[in-house]
T-cell receptor
Framework: NAGVTQTPKFRVLKTGQSMTLLCAQD?????MYWYRQDPGMGLRLIHY???????AKGEVPDGYNVSRLKKQNFLLGLESAAPSQTSVYFC??????????????FGPGTRLTVL | DAKTTQPPSMDCAEGRAANLPCNHS???????VYWYRQIHSQGPQYIIH???NNETNEMASLIITEDRKSSTLILPHATLRDTAVYYC??????????????FGKGTRLSVIA
């Protein structure tokens, strides 16, 4: 049981390049989330999903797109990276069907630098 | 906006109990108190949650005041590996996935040898 995993762990992009961050969970969770964390700050929600095939905007969605084609995977895309998107990105998942809590479990993070 | 107030930093001697306070004076009747921590460069880690009764698990104890306006997370025997930022969060137990965790600045706990 690996929990929540994220790929890649590190990435350096040039301004304007695109990339996709992959989040995978093996806990059969319904909900998945993408957060970003800037130095010295708390986490901010980018997008989230309450089930396969559904996505919704969070607090800071601009410049990002997401997809949830499979229940276990949640992809975060940057179509045209900007230096302001330099950050650490965390994925989380929660909620077993029929469960009583949506406690979130986090992945190890992806450190992205945009030059 | 975070609905909780925590001290920005605390120190604790290794082996002693670490008591981390949190004020949540506007907590609603259906909201639970959650605690997470984030060890440097890692993802946040769930610690414990509670409604009004005190709770204990293998990681910590949670003491909630009778009026529910404040709580204390207790790490009974702090170790160097407990050095982290601790976040106190209030939210409903189950929120259909559409209310994310709101992380404030948390308390930076430094465990000193």
């Amino acid at each position: 049981n690996a929990g929540v995993t994220q790929t890649p762990k590190f990435r350096v992009l040039k301004t304007g390049q695109s990339m996709t961050l992959l989040c995978a969970q093996d806990m059969n969770h319904e909900y998945m989330y993408w957060y970003r964390q800037d130095p010295g700050m708390g986490l901010r929600l980018i997008h989230y999903s309450v089930g396969e095939g559904t996505t919704a905007k969070g607090e800071v969605p601009d410049g990002y797109n997401v997809s949830r084609l499979k229940k276990q995977n949640f992809l975060l895309g940057l179509e045209s990276a900007a230096p302001s998107q330099t950050s650490v990105y965390f994925c989380a998942s929660s909620y077993l069907p029929g469960g009583s809590t949506d406690t979130q479990y986090f992945g190890p993070g992806t450190r992205l630098t945009v030059l | 906006d975070a609905k909780t107030t925590q001290p920005p930093s605390m120190d604790c001697a290794e082996g002693r109990a670490a008591n981390l306070p949190c004020n949540h004076s506007t907590i609603s009747g259906n909201e639970y108190v959650y605690w997470y921590r984030q060890i440097h460069s890692q993802g946040p880690q769930y610690i414990i949650h509670g409604l009004k009764n005190n709770e204990t698990n293998e990681m910590a104890s949670l003491i909630i005041t009778e009026d529910r306006k404040s709580s204390t997370l207790i790490l009974p025997h702090a170790t160097l590996r407990d050095t982290a930022v601790y976040y106190c969060i209030v939210r409903p137990l189950l929120n259909s996935g559409n209310t994310p965790l709101v992380f404030g600045k948390g308390t930076r706990l430094s465990v000193i040898a």
